[in-house]
């Protein structure tokens, strides 16, 4: 139990923000021109561990009470919605540094409140409620 609990606190990841492709206004605009409608959420390393492999995280997002397992990008065919990842700040997902998950759409998404929560495979976990 308590190699578990130092585990737990080794492996910890903290959602610190996230946002949709919306213009001042609150209208999806493709910002980054790559034809798909993004959804991006920021994950911090709060831990003291390096945390990887990232594409094995399981990533879920959606509507609140709606929202499903999203697959990672290598993993999806050729559907939406999909994610990707890429490290904002470090060559690696080591203590302090931020993840930026981008969740690729076909489609703008409705008006609403939105949940994420990311699990990675050393356990950490955090969610996350945005309204878009």
Not at 24 to 42: H, L, M, R
Not at 50 to 73: H, K, L, M, T
Not at 80 to 101: G, H, M, Q, R, V
Request: charged letters at 15%; zero cysteines.
């Amino acid at each position: 139990m308590t190699n578990h609990v130092t585990d737990r606190m080794r492996n910890q990841v903290q959602i610190i923000h996230a946002a949709g492709e919306l213009d001042a206004s609150g209208f999806w605009q493709d910002g980054n021109g790559n034809g798909e409608f993004d959804v991006f959420v920021w994950i911090k390393n709060i831990g003291d561990a390096r945390i990887a492999p990232i594409e094995q995280a399981d990533f879920f997002f959606g509507p609140e009470g709606n929202f499903v397992r999203i697959p990672y990008s290598a993993n999806n065919g050729s559907g939406f919605p999909y994610w990707s990842w890429s490290l904002e700040n470090a060559p690696d997902w080591d203590p302090n540094a931020t993840l930026k998950i981008t969740i690729h759409y076909g489609v703008p998404l409705s008006a609403g409140r939105y949940f994420a929560k990311i699990s990675t495979v050393t356990d950490a976990q955090a969610e996350y409620f945005m309204g878009m």
